[in-house]
């Protein structure tokens, strides 16, 4: 209870101090407008999926003629013992876009994450079939390196979960591990940091311990924590789940601009986020992908039944 | 079950919407009554339903307006709440065109009588209006595309009478007022026509998602 309390108390102080949260990091965000004027050129060139019809599943494994995607999912198919969790999904995600995953509680939707990098390795009951590429590697062949898979396939998590540590040792935890030099972590941590949008907010105070922060701001380091290994993709499980309207539109410019330079996946219950921050769209039901394509499709004019039941609420 | 009160605005504001053509079918034929029958309608009685109309279209675009904050809707309810708000203008438009050709009766009906030949048009192109409001508000009740499209097409035949009165009148350079008085009608008829029309795309785009243009 008190946590929650100093938790406020310092992000007012932040906003009675002129540290506007949304203006406190012009340096590292472009402008809002510089932003938009980028999406539209992107729109304009977005060739790859020219025939594509929300109808048909978007990025497809076996189509040449289809700009080549990060990830290609082929068949895949996931089992808890003897719970079907996921059933036959063939996805291509494509690199240096958001892709938002939406359907109802315990579709599979955090385990069909949990796939890309092999966090479902550690239940003990969980089978899979099917294969993953990134970067045309099958991740689950058997000399696959699941360490440094998860380097380059990052997780951030609904709840966020800093170590018990300070601001500064939390950025730095990743490349330590990792074997980074030691002469190159604090340019690693403020770089980091500042992909976070979190930099100019705890700068003066890199020693305290992480929970010191709100909980947008833990999330941030979070994020924070994940670039500093530098990975390719970075994968979202609800993550503005447990914050405020501000910290979540925060998260959510800070998804659109790593963009650029990652390629993202989003686990997310709420519609309007999916449908501002994403580019495509996968909508999953009792372990089937029902349907996916580009976001605005999904949420203008979805073609299967179920898709716009659950978009407009009325699910169920 | 679900989102039983935003199903139930939605549905009020597609029955205002409704009774927009009802009002509007009301309207025309209680002022073509003044043109053709010897029992002519008071200017109050047809004021007051103008008025009505433009009560129920700002109360359209209102709902519209909160469900959008409140309910955040996608996909087709979008559509449904674009189009009504798109289709509650086109009646009151529709509205207020027929408001205006009444103007006209005061000193058209006594000439038109004595024309046969105009009057004939002027029937004939009133007969047609009244099938295109009616199978319009029809098409947005039943939610019928086939429809839809079926009536648009019907507004070419009022153009071509449009054109047919307008060459004629430059041909025998023949200015007399009652001429020009199914001119002026046929000319307000025409625009009803376009907004009947327009009616007819937005049920496409509403039920179809497709943006076609029928006129
Ligand atoms: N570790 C596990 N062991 C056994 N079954 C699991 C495990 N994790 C998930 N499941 C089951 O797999 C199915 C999919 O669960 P998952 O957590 O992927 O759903 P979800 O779409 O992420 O749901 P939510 O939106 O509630 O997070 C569910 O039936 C769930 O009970
Ligand atoms: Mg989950």
């Given at each position: 209870?008190?946590?929650?309390k100093?938790?406020?108390?310092?992000s007012?102080?932040?906003t009675?101090n002129?540290?506007n949260?949304?203006?406190?990091?012009?340096?590292?965000?472009?402008s809002?407008?510089?932003?938009?004027?980028?999406n539209?050129?992107?729109?304009e060139n977005?060739?790859?999926?020219e025939?594509?019809n929300s109808?048909e599943?978007?990025p497809?494994?076996?189509?040449?003629?289809?700009?080549k995607?990060?990830i290609?999912v082929?068949?895949l198919?996931l089992?808890?013992?003897?719970?079907?969790?996921?059933k036959?999904?063939?996805i291509g995600i494509?690199?240096?876009?958001?892709?938002?995953?939406i359907?109802?509680s315990g579709?599979?939707k955090s385990?069909?994450?949990?796939?890309?990098?092999r966090?479902?390795d550690?239940?003990?009951?969980?089978r899979?079939e099917?294969?993953?590429?990134?970067?045309?590697?099958?991740i689950?062949?058997k000399e696959?390196?699941?360490?440094?898979?998860?380097?380059?396939?990052?997780m951030?998590f609904?709840?966020?979960?800093?170590?018990?540590?300070?601001?500064?040792?939390?950025?730095?935890?990743g490349p330590?591990i990792?074997?980074?030099?030691?002469k190159?972590?604090?340019g690693?941590?403020?770089?980091?940091?500042?992909?976070?949008?979190?930099?100019?907010e705890?700068?003066?105070?890199?020693?305290?311990?992480?929970?010191?922060?709100s909980g947008?701001?833990q999330q941030?380091?979070?994020i924070?924590?994940?670039?500093?290994v530098?990975?390719e993709?970075?994968?979202?499980d609800?993550?503005?789940?447990a914050?405020?309207?501000?910290?979540?539109?925060k998260?959510?410019?800070?998804?659109?601009?790593l963009?650029?330079?990652?390629?993202i996946?989003?686990?997310?219950h709420?519609?309007?986020?999916?449908?501002?921050i994403?580019?495509?769209?996968?909508?999953?039901?009792?372990?089937e992908?029902?349907?996916?394509?580009?976001?605005?499709?999904i949420f203008?004019?979805?073609?299967?039944e179920?898709?716009?039941g659950y978009?407009?609420?009325?699910?169920g | 079950?679900?989102r039983?009160?935003?199903?139930?605005?939605?549905k009020?504001?597609?029955?205002?919407?409704?009774?927009m053509g009802?009002?509007?079918?009301?309207?025309?034929?209680?002022?073509?009554?003044t043109?053709?029958?010897?029992?002519?309608?008071?200017?109050e009685?047809l004021?007051?339903?103008?008025?009505k109309?433009?009560t129920?279209?700002?109360?359209?675009?209102?709902?519209?307006?909160s469900?959008?904050t409140?309910?955040?809707p996608?996909?087709?309810?979008?559509?449904?709440?674009i189009?009504?708000?798109r289709?509650a203008?086109s009646?009151?438009?529709i509205?207020?065109?027929i408001?205006?050709i009444?103007?006209?009766?005061?000193?058209?009906?006594?000439?038109?009588?004595?024309?046969?030949r105009?009057r004939?048009v002027?029937?004939?192109?009133?007969a047609?209006t009244?099938e295109?409001?009616?199978?319009?508000a029809?098409?947005?009740?039943s939610?019928?595309?086939?429809?839809?499209s079926?009536?648009?097409?019907?507004d070419d035949?009022?153009?071509?009478i449009?054109?047919e009165?307008?060459?004629d009148?430059?041909?025998?350079n023949d200015t007399?007022?009652?001429?020009?008085?199914s001119?002026m009608?046929?000319?307000?008829?025409?625009?009803i026509?376009?907004?009947i029309a327009?009616?007819c795309e937005?049920?496409?785009y509403?039920?179809r998602?497709?943006?076609?243009?029928?006129?």
């Amino acid at each position: 209870m008190n946590a929650t309390k100093s938790e406020n108390a310092f992000s007012f102080a932040d906003t009675l101090n002129g540290e506007n949260e949304f203006d406190s990091d012009e340096d590292d965000f472009e402008s809002e407008n510089e932003i938009e004027f980028e999406n539209e050129i992107e729109f304009e060139n977005e060739t790859e999926f020219e025939n594509e019809n929300s109808g048909e599943p978007a990025p497809s494994f076996s189509t040449g003629k289809v700009k080549k995607k990060i990830i290609e999912v082929k068949d895949l198919d996931l089992w808890y013992g003897n719970n079907h969790a996921l059933k036959n999904i063939s996805i291509g995600i494509p690199k240096n876009k958001v892709f938002a995953f939406i359907g109802p509680s315990g579709c599979g939707k955090s385990t069909f994450l949990r796939t890309m990098n092999r966090m479902n390795d550690m239940i003990s009951n969980c089978r899979i079939e099917g294969e993953i590429y990134i970067d045309n590697e099958n991740i689950y062949a058997k000399e696959t390196d699941v360490n440094d898979l998860r380097k380059r396939v990052g997780m951030v998590f609904q709840k966020a979960n800093p170590f018990p540590m300070s601001i500064y040792d939390n950025v730095a935890y990743g490349p330590r591990i990792h074997g980074v030099s030691k002469k190159k972590i604090p340019g690693i941590v403020e770089e980091s940091l500042k992909g976070a949008a979190l930099w100019k907010e705890v700068k003066d105070r890199l020693k305290d311990s992480a929970f010191s922060l709100s909980g947008g701001q833990q999330q941030r380091l979070c994020i924070a924590r994940t670039l500093a290994v530098k990975p390719e993709i970075i994968l979202f499980d609800e993550p503005c789940s447990a914050l405020d309207p501000i910290s979540t539109r925060k998260i959510e410019e800070l998804i659109t601009k790593l963009k650029k330079e990652y390629t993202i996946i989003i686990v997310t219950h709420n519609m309007q986020q999916a449908a501002r921050i994403s580019d495509y769209t996968a909508f999953f039901l009792s372990g089937e992908l029902v349907e996916t394509g580009k976001t605005v499709h999904i949420f203008e004019n979805p073609q299967d039944e179920r898709t716009e039941g659950y978009i407009t609420g009325r699910f169920g | 079950m679900m989102r039983k009160s935003y199903n139930k605005e939605l549905k009020e504001m597609r029955d205002e919407v409704i009774q927009m053509g009802d009002l509007v079918l009301k309207i025309f034929n209680h002022s073509s009554d003044t043109f053709f029958d010897k029992e002519p309608v008071s200017a109050e009685k047809l004021e007051k339903m103008v008025k009505k109309l433009e009560t129920i279209e700002k109360g359209i675009e209102k709902m519209a307006a909160s469900i959008i904050t409140l309910q955040q809707p996608v996909a087709k309810d979008t559509r449904e709440i674009i189009c009504a708000v798109r289709i509650a203008m086109s009646w009151l438009k529709i509205g207020s065109h027929i408001a205006d050709i009444y103007e006209y009766s005061d000193t058209c009906p006594e000439k038109i009588k004595n024309n046969p030949r105009e009057r004939d048009v002027l029937k004939t192109i009133k007969a047609i209006t009244h099938e295109m409001l009616i199978d319009a508000a029809d098409a947005y009740k039943s939610r019928d595309t086939d429809k839809a499209s079926i009536v648009a097409k019907k507004d070419d035949e009022v153009d071509l009478i449009f054109e047919e009165i307008r060459r004629d009148i430059i041909k025998e350079n023949d200015t007399t007022s009652f001429s020009l008085c199914s001119l002026m009608i046929v000319g307000h008829i025409e625009r009803i026509g376009d907004h009947i029309a327009n009616i007819c795309e937005d049920i496409i785009y509403l039920e179809r998602y497709e943006i076609v243009r029928l006129n």
